[in-house]
Every structure is written in C-alpha cells, then in structure tokens.
C-alpha cells in the first residue's frame, strides 16, 4: 500500500531563511505526487503538483518541489520565507492503485515564521 | 462564492446521537470526496462518489457512516450513535473529470466535537 512519511510535525524558520519541508513516499514509484496548504480556517489548497513531465516542479507563492527516485523523496522548498507562508503543509502521493484518485495523505507540518 | 462548501461547519453533539453533515460541490465537478482529520495527522479518505455513484468506501468508514449523493450534486455524510472517537474535522473536497489526479478542491470543513 502506497504510504507518505512528512519528518518533522513543525517548523519554524526566519522570515527572509529557506525553507525545506520533508517528504518521502514509499518505495513503489508514483505516477503522481501533491503538496497541498492549509491556511488557518481554510480548507486545504494544491500548492503544486508532480506529473512525471519533470522533475522539479514550481507552485504557487513561490514554491518548488524536487522529485527524486533515488531518495523517494518529493521534499517542498521556498529560497525565502514570508509571514504569510505560515501554514498547515501536507504532502500526499497518488498511485495508479488509488481508484478514483482518492488521495492518501502525510500527517502533515506546522510551517511558523518568526519575525 | 465558487468554492466547495460545507454546513455546519461547527458541531457539538452527545454521545449517541445523530448527526449529518452537507457538502456542496463545485459546480458539474463530478467527483466528491469525503476525507477525516484528527488533530495532528493527516487527512484520511473515507470515500467517494463519482456522480451519484458511491464507488469506493474505506474500511474506517463504520456502520454507522452512511453518506448519499443523490442527485450527482450535493452529499450528506450521516454519523448515527456517534462516539467520542468520531470527533474530528470532516473534510468534502470535488474535482471534474474522470482522470484519477485531477486537482481536488477543498472545503473548509465540518468540525465534530462529540462530548
């Protein structure tokens, strides 16, 4: 069964330092793989979206993410980090056994910016 | 307001009674997931509809989940007898199409306190 590890249930940066949220999947590859925020009292919107066509994919709000097979690893990144980016992170892949494209989701981290 | 939406968005209850809560889709997206999310973790697929058709349901799903789309549009998610284990925040999220990563668009969610 297709699985997500997210190291680290907060982090808490600087504002203007890089950020690096951790991502690894399980061993068999996936087709896809998402990063979705949750901002305080909103529901969760698709920061960006892996889809084979390349390997490092860039979001919204100035966010990357780097594919990589030999790590299983799909780790989130922003070169310099806002007040505003303080949010819930969930990491989430899909597979081609997720009928319907239900999604099975990390357990998510707590993103905090200091001033 | 475009968005998926959700009512109620706060529940209190007791324990053993019944409770229902309503999603409302973006509009002709025909794929309506349902998702819990317990503090701390992840959001977890309960199951989905495509139309009116409920294909798949989780195994956390319980007998005494019941969830309907009957009209291909909205849904309902019902919790008979509802337990302190119920309490969570009860996620409803679409997506058009019928390709299985399309991007799925999330309410704000339904927070069950069961006392």
């Known amino acids: 069964a297709q699985s997500v590890t997210q190291l680290g249930s907060h982090v808490s940066v600087s504002e203007g330092a890089l950020v690096l949220l951790r991502c690894n999947y399980s061993?068999?590859?996936?087709?896809?793989l998402f990063w979705y925020v949750q901002y305080p009292n909103q529901g969760l919107q698709l920061l960006l979206k892996?889809?084979?066509?390349?390997?490092l994919v860039k979001g919204i709000n100035g966010f990357e993410a780097e594919f990589k097979k030999s790590e299983t690893s799909f780790h989130l990144t922003k070169p310099s980090a806002h007040m505003s980016d303080a949010a819930e992170y969930v990491c989430?892949?899909?597979?081609?056994?997720?009928?319907?494209?239900?999604?099975?989701f990390g357990q998510g981290t707590e993103l905090s910016v200091k001033p | 307001d475009t968005g998926v939406s959700q009512n109620p968005r706060h529940k209190i209850t007791k324990r053993g009674q019944n409770v229902t809560f309503r999603c409302d889709p973006i509009?002709?997206?025909?794929?309506l997931y349902w998702y819990r999310q317990t503090l701390g973790q992840g959001p977890e697929f309960l199951t989905y509809?495509?139309?009116?058709?409920?294909?798949?349901k989780s195994r956390l799903l319980s007998d005494r989940f019941s969830a309907e789309r009957p009209k291909g549009s909205f849904s309902t998610l019902e919790i008979q007898r509802t337990e302190q284990g119920d309490s969570a925040m009860y996620l409803c999220?679409?997506?058009?199409?019928?390709?299985?990563?399309?991007?799925?668009?999330f309410g704000p969610g339904t927070r069950l306190t069961v006392l």
């Open positions: 999220a679409s997506s058009s199409g019928t390709g299985d990563y399309n991007e799925q668009f």
């Open positions: 061993s068999s590859v996936p087709p896809y």
């Open positions: 892996y889809t084979s066509a390349a390997t």
């Open positions: 989430a892949p899909g597979s081609r056994y997720n009928q319907g494209g239900k999604l099975i």
């Open positions: 509009s002709e997206h025909n794929r």
């Open positions: 509809f495509q139309n009116e058709a409920q294909l798949e």
